[in-house]
């Protein structure tokens, strides 16, 4: 078996002994015939960015051979809000390199993710999945380099309080079993993910923990590794759909909504990205941040104001986004600071060796692990949609370099502290702010909607219809009008709780 493979834990993957993208329809017969599976499930993903599926019986070798050749017919008007009826017929094809077996079928199945196809056999130009596909090239097009992203995917679960244990409130970072309540389901998830072929980076419980009307509401993160961008965003749709489906099993709610109740932490979509060339991380050069990163942070900059139409789909997500609450207000960045809109996080820029210094017996060779550096865009929660989130945020990161002076753009948003400390008042006031509604997003999105339709990435009627859906919120002076009270506060929490 290939030493690349052994370890893999998509018994697919295992099985084959050929990487996921290598995998052909002949491949997926064998297995479907070695392991007895009875039964195919098409996956694909709508507008409210959750999981479709559709459910096939296999009949005979035949039956198999001819849905995985031909795909099926689906309804597109039913799926895309901005799909006529009468032209609504569409095809989902399935990708064969993201099969993975059901987790949660009792009946033997394989699961397969789908791209949308039109009429005339072409893609469906509108289809979030293949935006995103789109935007990926148009990066590697005009660049030269690939695009690599992963999300950190916090949730709250939540579940009746037991008395015991109780962990202090909003300081549970990292906590374990007993004060950790749900440590237990999160490996379980990871697992699941895993085996589904998600590349988990760790997993740990968050900030957030709190009790009220004797439920205990319990903050945790599974966060994944840098992957080619289109892969990121199966991966995490994949994951979301996992964590909600194992918490029914389990009797529990599972929310990864941002606003969660007044005064707590709510939970964010956070975003790694890293530009990439023949394996090569572009992000670091000489043990410091390269200029490659900072123009795709000065594209960051540049597009952070309509960024948020596609990371921060609903009213909650601006209660969110509010100063001292560890999520971005200002449109800035910094190395290892959390108030800022992207983040250079601790990184292994320099070759080193602490593991010789820890256990004496090992090597005192020094090993580069340059290669680990990203940066983080910390705006997006769990309201958005994760394929036009990351086809946005691919977008900004091509617009950095067709700025005229992307170092100077990077220059000037950058701060070296905290933004809200009394010394940095006078730099605070120069920065350009976030959007604080669903129509103000629009509004952005409107102004820099060129931007996003070069080279045919998105499309008209589908930043059309976004735009015309974020303003019909009228959300525009809501976190004015009722942040202070805490009734209202939670109709609207309870109303998007189970957003994305």
């Given at each position: 078996?290939d030493?690349?493979i052994a370890?893999?834990?998509?018994p697919?993957?295992?099985y084959?002994?050929?990487?996921?993208?290598?995998?052909?329809?002949?491949?997926l017969?064998?297995?479907i015939?070695?392991?007895?599976?009875?039964?195919?499930?098409?996956?694909?993903?709508g507008?409210?960015g959750?999981l479709?599926t559709?459910?096939?019986i296999?009949g005979?070798?035949?039956?198999?051979?001819n849905v995985?050749?031909a795909?099926?017919?689906?309804?597109?008007?039913?799926l895309?809000?901005?799909v006529?009826?009468?032209?609504?017929?569409?095809?989902v094809?399935?990708?064969y390199?993201t099969?993975?077996?059901?987790?949660?079928s009792?009946?033997p199945?394989?699961?397969i993710?789908c791209?949308f196809y039109n009429s005339?056999?072409?893609?469906?130009?509108?289809?979030?999945e293949?935006?995103?596909?789109?935007a990926h090239?148009?990066?590697?097009?005009k660049?030269?380099?690939?695009?690599?992203?992963?999300g950190?995917?916090e949730?709250y679960i939540?579940?009746e309080?037991?008395?015991?244990f109780?962990?202090?409130?909003?300081?549970?970072?990292?906590e374990?079993?007993?004060?950790?309540?749900?440590?237990?389901f999160?490996?379980k998830?990871m697992?699941?993910i895993a085996?589904?072929?998600?590349t988990?980076?760790?997993g740990?419980?968050e900030?957030?923990n709190?009790?009220?009307?004797?439920?205990?509401?319990?903050q945790n993160?599974?966060?994944?590794?840098?992957?080619?961008?289109e892969d990121a965003?199966?991966?995490?749709?994949?994951?979301?759909?996992?964590?909600?489906t194992l918490a029914?099993?389990?009797g529990?709610?599972?929310?990864?909504?941002p606003?969660?109740?007044v005064?707590?932490?709510?939970?964010?979509l956070?975003?790694h990205s890293?530009?990439?060339?023949?394996?090569?991380n572009?992000?670091?050069k000489n043990?410091?941040?390269?200029d490659?990163?900072k123009?795709?942070?000065?594209?960051?900059m540049?597009?952070?104001?309509?960024?948020?139409?596609f990371?921060n789909?609903?009213?909650t997500?601006?209660?969110?986004l509010?100063?001292h609450?560890e999520?971005?207000?200002?449109i800035c960045w910094g190395?290892?600071?959390?108030?800022?809109?992207?983040?250079?996080?601790?990184?292994?820029?320099?070759p080193?060796n602490?593991?010789?210094k820890?256990?004496?017996l090992?090597?005192?060779e020094k090993?580069d692990?340059?290669?680990?550096?990203?940066?983080?865009i910390?705006n997006?929660?769990g309201?958005?949609d994760?394929?036009?989130?990351?086809?946005g945020?691919t977008?900004?990161a091509?617009?950095g370099?067709?700025?005229?002076d992307?170092?100077?753009v990077a220059?000037?948003?950058?701060?070296?502290?905290?933004?809200?400390?009394?010394e940095k008042?006078v730099?605070?006031k120069?920065l350009?702010?976030?959007?604080?509604?669903?129509v103000a997003?629009a509004?952005?999105?409107?102004k820099?909607k060129?931007v996003?339709?070069?080279y045919?990435v998105?499309t008209e009627?589908?930043?059309?219809y976004?735009?015309?859906?974020l303003?019909?919120?009228?959300d525009?002076?809501?976190?004015?009008e009722?942040?202070n009270?805490?009734?209202k506060v939670m109709e609207?929490?309870?109303?998007?709780?189970?957003c994305?």
């Open positions: 078996m030493k690349k370890m893999n834990p998509n697919v993957v295992q084959l002994n050929k990487p996921a993208d290598q995998l052909t329809k002949e491949d017969i064998r297995f015939e070695d392991y007895d599976i009875q039964m195919i499930n098409f996956r694909y993903v507008w409210d959750r479709k559709l459910n096939f296999i005979s070798r035949e039956h198999l051979n995985l050749t795909g099926e017919r689906v309804d597109g008007s039913s895309f809000p901005f006529e009826a009468a032209s609504s017929d569409l095809y094809i399935p990708r390199k099969a993975f077996l059901d987790p949660f009792e009946i199945t394989l699961n993710l791209s005339k056999g072409n893609p469906m130009e509108s289809a979030p293949h935006v995103l596909k789109k090239q148009a990066f590697k097009d660049t030269g380099y690939t695009f690599e992203a992963m950190e995917l949730y939540i579940s309080a037991d008395g015991l109780k962990a202090d409130d909003q300081k549970a970072y990292h374990s079993s007993p004060f950790s309540k749900w440590a237990d999160r490996t998830a697992k699941l085996e589904s072929g998600g988990i980076k760790y740990h419980s900030v957030g709190f009790s009220r009307d004797g439920m205990v509401y319990e993160e599974i966060e994944f590794l840098p992957t080619n961008v965003a199966d991966q995490l749709v994949i994951a979301k759909w996992i964590i909600r029914a099993q389990h529990v709610t599972v929310t990864f909504s606003k969660i109740t005064g707590k932490a709510g939970s964010g956070h975003i890293r530009v990439m060339k023949e394996g090569k572009l992000m670091i043990g410091v941040l390269s490659v990163a123009t795709v942070i000065a594209g960051y540049e597009m952070a104001p309509s960024l948020t139409a990371g789909m609903n009213p997500s601006y209660f969110r509010v100063p609450q999520a971005p207000t200002n190395d290892r600071n959390r108030s800022v809109l992207v983040r250079v996080p601790l990184g292994w820029t320099q080193m602490m593991i010789h820890v256990n004496p090992e090597s005192a090993t692990f340059s290669n680990k550096q990203t940066v983080e910390r997006a929660d309201s958005a994760v394929y036009l989130l990351l086809a945020i977008v900004a091509r617009h370099f067709e700025l005229k992307p170092l100077r220059e000037n948003t950058y701060v070296d502290v905290d933004i809200f400390k009394d008042k730099k605070q120069k350009g702010q976030l959007p604080t509604s669903c997003s509004k952005m999105l409107e820099q060129s996003y339709t070069k045919n998105f009627n589908l930043l059309d976004l735009i015309g859906y303003k019909d919120f009228r525009e002076n809501l976190r004015e009722i942040s009270d805490e009734e609207l929490v309870t109303k998007y709780f189970h994305g």
